[in-house]
């Protein structure tokens, strides 16, 4: 299949002015488990878990969708009821769990996968466990559901840490190697570790995505600098309506500081 040329949406895309960003939850891997000492860095959510943070979404007459179509959808004033959903390193659960489950409820996402590490293992998580991530094939599989791929670099380096030759790899080489596993280059990028400053999200932008993912950017917050809300085993209806209005409370406060 011949390579899509087309470079990420920039302006048609995103929204050109510093609006209020829209919620976006992050997750990492759907997977059983039972003692939270296997879960040491909080970043697995059993599939009983997700399915529940999805029927919420629904009784609060939201739907969970990928942050293009989110993004695309605000830019156009359509965004009312749309929520981000996305998981971040590429594990190979995201297929055999998460998968089933967003199209059972009519969800899209975006998976953030890194190409320089292809059908390994989180090596990035010193703790543990161990967790298998997506083949090129699975990748491909992924995205041909209908799912957005974006990237999260290379080798899920701090980017703020590296060399700016390094960085550019990152950026650009995980890019082109999405493209040549997909088709089509990736709109969007999310900073391993949510770590960020002025002159990544500077050589984010420059790389042609056309929008990027952190966790808590603070005054670098924007199209390339989007706050996610982190979503864990522990959040029920509760605690993910207090996450909701922290979101919204946030957004006025930097809103006012505009």
Not at 55 to 62: D, I
Not at 220 to 248: C, F, M, N, Y
Request: hydrophobic share 40%; proline share 6%.
């Amino acid at each position: 299949m011949p390579a899509d040329t087309r470079t990420a949406p920039d302006a048609a895309t995103v929204p050109a002015r510093r609006t209020a960003s829209p919620w976006v939850l992050m997750y990492h891997s759907v997977a059983e488990f039972t003692d939270p000492a296997e879960d040491p860095y909080g970043i697995t959510v059993t599939p009983g878990t997700l399915e529940a943070h999805l029927l919420w979404l629904r009784s609060r007459g939201l739907r969970g969708v990928s942050v293009g179509e989110l993004l695309r959808a605000h830019a156009a004033g359509r965004g009312a009821g749309l929520v981000g959903l996305t998981f971040d390193d590429g594990y190979t659960d995201y297929l055999t769990r998460a998968l089933p489950l967003l199209r059972r409820h009519d969800c899209t996402s975006t998976l953030f996968v890194l190409p320089g590490r292809l059908g390994v293992d989180n090596v990035w998580d010193p703790l543990g466990p161990r967790k298998s991530l997506l083949t090129a094939e699975g990748i491909r599989e992924v995205a041909a559901a209908g799912q957005e791929i974006g990237s999260h670099g290379l080798l899920h380096q701090d980017l703020t840490a590296t060399a700016d030759d390094i960085l550019q790899q990152e950026l650009r080489g995980s890019r082109e190697l999405i493209r040549e596993l997909t088709g089509t280059l990736p709109e969007g990028f999310c900073y391993p570790y949510g770590h960020l400053d002025e002159r990544v999200v500077a050589a984010t932008r420059a790389a042609g995505y056309g929008y990027a993912c952190a966790i808590d950017p603070g005054r670098l917050a924007g199209p390339h600098a989007l706050p996610r809300t982190h979503v864990s085993q522990a959040d029920g209806a509760g605690r993910l309506r207090i996450k909701q209005l922290r979101h919204r409370v946030r957004e006025l406060r930097r809103a006012v500081h505009r």
